[in-house]
């Protein structure tokens, strides 16, 4: 389905990322391929991505609901153009609006399945694991709700008792149980697997997992 803007994650298995979206923007300026701060939309939000966990353990209630912290540019990107002019002017120009986010390594799988979207999916998505499970998903990580513990880093994920085994329990009793899925048990050293692709956060919330074109809700 045609959409109004492109999002760009950004991301190196071994390399700091720290810095990377102030280096792209400037690249992209000096070769003249984004419209520049003054002459239209230019929008960029760095130095907390660092943080964007520790903040999430800490506003877990709010944060699950609003933007990461991870570095951005929201931009309008000069397409080639297909004239035989060579004017770089903003005026003559194809433009799209486009996003560049940089996630740090270990943060890739949970950021690809926030960007992806689509929105109304990422609140169902974000809503069972909170109402349902008692954890909170954002775009950083996954962490239980009672104790803060990341999962499946310190942790194992909780999971909703059904109601036929006792009807009579509340909410909070249900979500007591934690449970490693099939695969995720700790290994005898205590080293945890850790999250590495999108199925693999759908597996931690018991999901069945879905392709990023089944995932096209209507709001």
Request: charged share 30%; hydrophobic share 35%; glycine share 6%.
């Amino acid at each position: 389905r045609p959409s109004h803007d492109v999002d760009f994650l950004v991301t190196h298995p071994t390399q700091d990322v720290k810095g990377v979206l102030l280096e792209l923007v400037d690249c992209f300026l000096e070769d003249k391929r984004i419209v520049p701060k003054g002459e239209g939309f230019h929008q960029v939000s760095v130095g907390n991505m660092a943080n964007g966990v520790a903040q999430f353990k800490k506003f877990k209630d709010t944060m699950s609901k609003t933007m990461d912290l991870l570095d951005k540019w929201f931009g309008l990107f000069l397409l080639p153009s297909t004239s035989t002019s060579t004017s770089t002017s903003t005026s003559t120009s194809r433009m799209m609006r486009v996003d560049v986010i940089v996630v740090p390594w270990d943060q890739w799988a949970f950021a690809l399945v926030g960007w992806t979207g689509s929105r109304q999916f990422n609140r169902f998505l974000r809503g069972f694991a909170k109402d349902d499970l008692g954890m909170h998903l954002n775009s950083h990580c996954l962490i239980r709700q009672h104790d803060v513990k990341l999962v499946p880093e310190e942790a194992a994920p909780l999971v909703r008792e059904s109601v036929e085994e006792d009807e009579k329990k509340t909410k909070a009793e249900k979500l007591k149980e934690e449970k490693w899925p099939d695969g995720w048990q700790p290994q005898e050293d205590g080293i945890h697997r850790r999250v590495q692709c999108e199925k693999d956060i759908f597996d931690l919330l018991g999901l069945p997992y879905r392709e990023p074109h089944e995932r096209d809700c209507p709001n």
